[in-house]
């Protein structure tokens, strides 16, 4: 079964600066998504970023980007220029590829955002 | 606005008492899931479903039940057999298959509040 580890259970960021949560995951697979999910204090969950195993390619959406690094089973989130808004817990999360798969999810980082 | 309503917000219940959370989406999404949210503890998946009449159990299943007798519906009973049922309970949805943008991407629900008195 594939498990999905967040080391970091709170991590907190000046305003402005930039701040990486880690991800590492267990997989035998090849094929496969990873994505990190938002939920703020409403606890509305919301996808920030997706990356597809088979892309070499770092993922980036404005502000946040991943560091995906295959052979090491990591895949982390950064988040530049750090704002109020980005206080959240952050969920990393895998999904086998082909087919219908179920999603699994880590414990969770907690963002402080520090005016 | 297509989306995912979940339904009650809160919910109190007595020991011993059946309860169900209800989710219905409007994005005609295949899949659709049911997670329980504990501090500390992440998502845990309870059920999903692929398609309309078939479902699998999750990690956490026992204590739980679900039926898919409509795409759009995916209601999530949780029995007087759940041991620990107070908690945070989320639907999702995904299209599911494909490689494109917007394939495997989970769709959220607000999510239903769980308390047994």
């Known amino acids: 079964a594939q498990t999905v580890t967040q080391s970091q259970p709170e991590m907190s960021v000046q305003e402005a600066e930039t701040v990486t949560l880690s991800c590492t995951y267990d997989?035998?697979?090849?094929?496969?998504?990873l994505f990190w999910y938002k939920q703020p204090p409403s606890r509305q969950m919301i996808l920030v970023i997706r990356?597809?195993?088979?892309?070499?390619q770092n993922a980036t959406e404005n502000r946040f980007s991943v560091n995906f690094q295959k052979a090491a089973k990591s895949f982390s989130l950064k988040i530049s220029d750090s704002q109020l808004g980005d206080a959240a817990m952050y969920f990393c999360?895998?999904?086998?590829?082909?087919?219908?798969?179920?999603?699994?999810f880590g414990t969770g980082t907690k963002l402080q955002v520090i005016p | 606005d297509g989306g995912i309503t979940q339904s009650p917000k809160y919910l109190f219940r007595k020991e011993g008492q059946n309860v169900t959370l209800s989710c219905e989406q409007n994005?005609?999404?295949?899949?659709m899931y049911w997670y329980r949210q504990d501090p500390g503890q992440g998502l845990r998946l309870i059920y999903y479903?692929?398609?309309?009449?078939?479902?699998q159990k999750g990690d956490i299943a026992e204590g739980y039940s679900v039926s898919r007798e409509k795409k759009e519906s995916f209601p999530l009973t949780v029995t007087s057999a759940q041991k620990n049922p107070t908690a945070f309970y989320l639907c999702?949805?995904?299209?599911?298959?494909?490689?494109?943008?917007?394939?495997?991407?989970?769709?959220f629900g607000a999510g239903s509040r769980l308390t047994v008195l």
């Open positions: 999702a949805s995904s299209v599911g298959q494909g490689r494109d943008s917007g394939a495997n991407v989970l769709t």
């Open positions: 997989t035998s697979e090849s094929d496969y998504y």
């Open positions: 990356q597809e195993a088979y892309k070499q």
């Open positions: 999360a895998y999904r086998s590829g082909g087919g219908y798969q179920k999603v699994t």
């Open positions: 994005l005609n999404h295949d899949a």
């Open positions: 479903s692929q398609i309309v009449n078939d479902f």
